[in-house]
Nanobody, 123 residues
Framework: QLQLVESGGGSVQAGGSLNLSCAAS????????MGWFRQAPGKEREGVAV???????SYEDSAKGRFTISRDNAKNALFLQMNSLKPEDTAMYYC?????????????????WGQGTQVTVSS
């Protein structure tokens, strides 16, 4: 089990950038898939990007080409670089840990969650 703490959210104008970070504590960090998920008011939580234990990445369609997920296993850290932000990216963003081989579609397979960091994009 991992304990996860997100940071880096904020308010930006459309076209701007943010870099989210997630600090993990616990054992065997490198054996987990790590992902970023988001939930907007009135909507279900959805996967944004996941990087599995082998470093393979998967992205939700709207994130492709704009967001980049990365991890630093030596520092138990996860990142999400978000560029060309749009108002529809506004949501609470969560870091989560899941099984070794997971994709952004496997939301229900992720067991350990952070408290979230708010991202607000204005037009």
């Amino acid at each position: 089990q991992l304990q996860l703490v997100e940071s880096g959210g904020g308010s930006v104008q459309a076209g701007g950038s943010l870099n989210l970070s997630c600090a993990a504590s616990g054992d065997h960090y490198s054996s987990y898939s790590m992902g970023w998920f988001r939930q907007a008011p009135g909507k279900e939580r959805e996967g944004v990007a996941v990087i599995d234990g082998d470093g393979h990445t998967s992205y939700e369609d709207s994130a492709k080409g704009r967001f980049t997920i990365s991890r630093d296993n030596a520092k138990n850290a996860l990142f999400l670089q978000m560029n060309s932000l749009k108002p529809e990216d506004t949501a609470m963003y969560y870091c989560a840990a899941g099984p070794f081989c997971s994709t952004y579609e496997d939301v229900n397979d992720f067991d350990d969650w952070g408290q979230g960091t708010q991202v607000t994009v204005s037009s």
